[in-house]
């Protein structure tokens, strides 16, 4: 129990960092009001908990558990950033900005779950 505390901290201070920065640095080199920095983090991290977890799940069963905590449950888990999407959709919507909430809500949904699709595939493409 205490490893996998260990490792979902551990993970967990990586990710917000790399949200932090991923997001700032979107933000800036993009210059929009639109939260593009949120919609890439939800893009990648839906990737990334695909191609992980198939890795974990079909390949890596050894140690898989350790793995998950740390990469899925602690760095995914603060990295991804539905929370922030939420909240700037409501933000987009309050402002007299409906359609740009609907679109951001569109692009973050199909968006997503297209990226867990692609991160499956690629997973799989390695055993291949």
Known sequence: MFTATIAVACGGALGAVARFGTVTLTQYLLSTRFPVGTLLVNCCGSYLI?????????RFTGGAEQWRMLLVVGFLGAYTT?????????VLYASGQWFSALINILINNLGTLLMVLLGIQSARLLGS
């Open 50 to 58: 695909g191609f992980i977890m198939s890795l974990l799940m079909e």
């Open 82 to 90: 539905f929370s922030s999407f939420a909240w700037e959709t409501w």
